[in-house]
């Protein structure tokens, strides 16, 4: 497929560990493989990691949003893409996609990042020397990604705990996003996710977790949206009383 | 290279979510590639895992014994070897590696299996329709993999609690044998793990771990081994006052 200057793919094989018991990508594994696909492309451009530590911060995700039409399956060769789509002076605007060799899109999702500075520990203006090279649109507006809907203070919720290990840790030195996901949807339990497959998610980080801390996650019973009628749940991740994270996500029964 | 009838290589490219913090590949992950491989040869050759089933039951491990060099890093291809080395009535011995592309190898494992049947649940024999293929030599006497040493009644041991999580089930519909490895080597903490790299393992396998089990890790503070003078930590996976899973390891600081 021909990509626009902004756009970058990689070619990549479903391992079965990123898969789930029924054999499909996990919702925490398909954003491992598009942050993979969004530091290959940084790294083509030679606006890595390093470079963005030697402008004095670094590249922090607020919101994703996740729609899914299928997921990959073990062994499938799939192809994930990244464009940076749109930035303004604080906020870049990237979309990602999974898709097979004819075309056809497992998922798509986009994100917004801010630039964290490191001496402010705030955000600050995205420097040129990192957004530049990625031949991104810049804009006025740029488009929003809806923020979550809380657990409201009268909605039953169950709540498990989870230890962030070691090895949660990966070589970004953070916990692993997928961790994220699974803490969250693991809450549900098996009979629900055996028999349910997420659609969408809204999700958006407001602290980082770090190693060691107990993870108190948080999940209201499937219940519909008003709106479309899909089976909705709502997710926090709270640690010390302080929340971390908060995501909605839709469903619908497994094929 | 040249592969023996009993070989079969792969090639991978090392993602950051296969890596520690230091950005090289945690141990769990190693042993995860290394079940890759060996996958992709059984149905290469026809006999994965329906065929295996087909046949009255499943391959069991029992063992492993892990020798590392070195490991792999971020973004590096590598090749996952296996071999289908000998076999006798009730064992399969498999020998896996990691080497890089001028040879170099990196990890070298050595793997016990079982045929355990369905029905009866027990140890079988292995059926010729699912070994003749692999090329394996037949022998009287298998090669063993020593068992880990027991952590004795009158030696410390620290201990963690994990939940095992929805996401932990992998497509084979088991565990997947990272956590093993995660719940073992968190025990340890991030101080002692940061600064210390694994050289040898030994695990043994008595009974599966199964989903929304606590488990309780425990380990020994690191000791010199007085036999190699290397620091050791033994391991036991507890669940329910079962003995599920044994390992030793060795340590030597981090280059």
Redesign the interface.
């Known amino acids: 497929m021909k990509l626009a200057p902004n756009e970058f793919e990689i070619k990549h094989q479903i391992?079965?560990?990123e898969?789930?018991?029924?054999?499909v990508v996990?919702p925490?594994?398909l954003i491992?493989m598009i942050?993979?696909v969004s530091?290959q492309q940084s790294?083509a451009l030679k606006i890595g990691t390093q470079v963005v530590n030697a402008n004095g911060g670094g590249w922090v995700i607020t919101n994703y949003e996740i729609n899914i039409t299928d997921l990959p399956k073990?062994?499938e060769t799939v192809f994930l893409g990244t464009r940076a789509t749109s930035y303004n002076r604080y906020f870049a605007f990237r979309e990602f996609w999974v898709r097979d060799e004819s075309g056809h899109e497992y998922a798509h999702i986009t994100g917004m990042f801010v630039f964290m500075e490191f001496a402010s520990r705030k955000m600050a203006k995205i420097p040129a020397a990192i957004i530049d090279p990625y031949h991104s649109t810049e804009v006025k507006r740029i488009p929003r990604i809806k923020n979550p809907v809380a657990i409201a203070d009268d909605e039953k919720s169950t709540t498990?705990?989870?230890?962030v290990?070691?090895?949660d840790?990966?070589?970004?030195?953070h916990v692993?996003n997928?961790h994220y996901?699974?803490w969250m949807?693991?809450v549900?339990?098996?009979d629900f996710?055996k028999t349910h497959m997420l659609k969408k998610m809204n999700i958006k980080y407001s602290h980082e977790v770090r190693?060691?801390q107990m993870v108190n996650s948080l999940a209201t019973a499937p219940k519909q949206d008003e709106y479309n009628g899909q089976l909705m749940t709502k997710h926090e991740i709270i640690v010390d009383d302080v929340l971390t994270t908060q995501a909605n996500c839709w469903w619908i029964d497994r094929p």
């Open positions: 391992t079965y560990y898969c789930d018991p029924a054999g996990t925490g594994m491992n942050v993979l530091e790294d073990i062994d498990n705990q989870y230890r290990r070691y090895f840790i990966d070589s970004n030195r692993n997928a996901f699974d949807l693991d549900l339990g098996a996710l190693y060691g």
